[in-house]
């Protein structure tokens, strides 16, 4: 059975850092693209990053660009959202998400067919 087992949420403060881990398990990480979104109440849910089956290809929204790197563990079936220069605004719950992506080559922020519970996060003071 494909899981997607987030963690890594907590409190941080702003400026700070964070990693968020996105395990995979029941399923070839090679053959999926991945991706990672955010959601805070009464807000609509937002495709934050996302790397392509091949690992060769990510793509961030313009609110993390520069701040945010998305990457894949070199052994385990894991991949990572690096966040740097926090901001309250990136409190949200994040989600890790994958898609069959047969040629690999792309991945995009949105269309995921298989989705995490989620790992919360709070950048405070």
């Known amino acids: 059975q494909l899981q997607l087992v987030e963690s890594g949420g907590g409190l941080v403060q702003p400026g700070g850092s964070l990693r968020l881990s996105c395990r995979t398990l029941?399923?070839?990480?090679?053959?999926?693209?991945i991706g990672w979104f955010r959601q805070d109440p009464g807000k609509e849910r937002e495709g934050v990053s996302c790397?392509?089956?091949?690992?060769?290809?990510?793509d961030y929204a313009d609110s993390v660009a520069g701040r945010f790197t998305i990457f894949k563990g070199n052994a385990e079936n894991t991949v990572y959202l690096q966040m740097n220069s926090l901001k309250p605004e990136d409190t949200a719950v994040y989600y890790c998400?994958?898609?069959?992506?047969?040629?690999?080559?792309?991945?995009?922020?949105?269309?995921?067919?298989?989705w995490g519970q989620g790992t919360q996060f709070t950048v405070s003071s």
């Open positions: 029941g399923f070839t990480l090679g053959y999926y693209a």
């Open positions: 998400a994958a898609v069959a992506s047969p040629y690999g080559s792309e991945c995009q922020l949105s269309s995921y067919d298989f």
């Open positions: 790397i392509s089956a091949s690992g060769f290809y990510m």
